[in-house]
């Protein structure tokens, strides 16, 4: 199905719940790219409206020819690097995964991944998904670096492998979607939480409960773009600056106002992303 464009940048910053420093902990820009949209020009109108940090999402090895321009031309992006479970099936999956580890080697990545599992849509056989995942959870360990998770319907093994393999950073559930017992099973082995625009949809009640049950200091916030455009705009391209209607939502779960959100993923985030030189200062409001 073809989907509308993604909103414009001036709209959203007109929302009453807009804030400059808001945070978009994944996003994907070469995906946005082959949607038609130049991410360059997106990501200039968004620091230039006062977004704060963006983790740029790599789930192949060849993406990171896109974020690599990307986050020297914007201080406030950091890129990752990974294979997702989509890509698990490539037949030169052990090539790619070196490749994986010659970038992350470099330094300039603040999180390894996306990666996980997905037993939804089984990409690939069991065996080379858990292979895959531990093998970026050791990466984890080796580069001293956070881990991006993927869980589609497989709580129980991503849970099993965490625990054999922690990552000394920990790491994301990324786009949430597990029951809310989950929440506190997957913190108490060192991850944070974090919530994309399907936490919007009228049907999710179960994802709002979870995230009304996150731990304030585990809570994260995303976009997932281009993909989960939030509800009232289901049918459009997702953009980070989208992100502005989940954490309505999340805040409105949580019985507590957009800026306190804000504030808190902003410092979860830099908490878990930042390294030497990065900051992410917040414009002030006026």
Not at 130 to 138: G, N, T, V
Not at 140 to 147: E, K, M, N, S
Not at 175 to 180: A, D, L, N, R, V
Not at 257 to 282: C, H, I, Q, Y
Request: net charge negative; aromatic share 8%.
């Amino acid at each position: 199905m073809n989907r509308k464009p993604p909103l414009e940048i001036d709209g959203l910053v007109s929302l009453p719940d807009w804030h400059p420093g808001f945070t978009d902990t994944h996003f994907h820009s070469a995906a946005v790219a082959n949607s038609g949209i130049a991410p360059a020009g997106l990501l200039e109108k968004l620091f230039g409206a006062g977004m704060g940090m963006i983790v740029d999402v790599a789930i192949q090895p060849e993406d990171v020819i896109v974020n690599r321009a990307l986050s020297e031309r914007f201080p406030r992006l950091l890129r990752t690097c990974g294979i997702h479970p989509s890509i698990s099936d490539r037949q030169d999956w052990l090539k790619a995964l070196e490749m994986v580890e010659r970038e992350i080697a470099s330094g300039d990545f603040a999180a390894v991944g996306e990666t996980g599992l997905d037993w939804y849509r089984m990409y690939a056989p069991r065996p080379r998904q858990l292979d895959l995942f531990q093998r970026h959870l050791e990466a984890a360990v080796r580069h001293d670096l956070p881990v991006i998770v993927h869980n589609r319907e497989a709580d129980r093994d991503c849970l099993e492998l965490l625990s054999r393999h922690p990552p000394a950073r920990g790491g994301v559930m990324h786009c949430f979607s597990s029951q809310p017992e989950w929440v506190q099973r997957f913190v108490d082995v060192g991850m944070y939480i974090s919530f994309a625009g399907n936490v919007t949809f009228r049907s999710a009640e179960t994802l709002r409960e979870a995230a009304r049950l996150t731990p304030e200091d585990r809570l994260l916030l995303e976009t997932d773009a281009p993909f989960l455009a939030p509800h009232p705009h289901r049918d459009r391209v997702n953009q980070p600056g989208m992100v502005v209607f989940t954490y309505s939502v999340v805040a409105e779960a949580r019985g507590c106002s957009v800026e306190k959100v804000r504030d808190t993923v902003a410092a979860n985030a830099r908490r878990l992303f930042e390294r030497p030189g990065f900051s992410t200062p917040r414009e002030a409001e006026s």
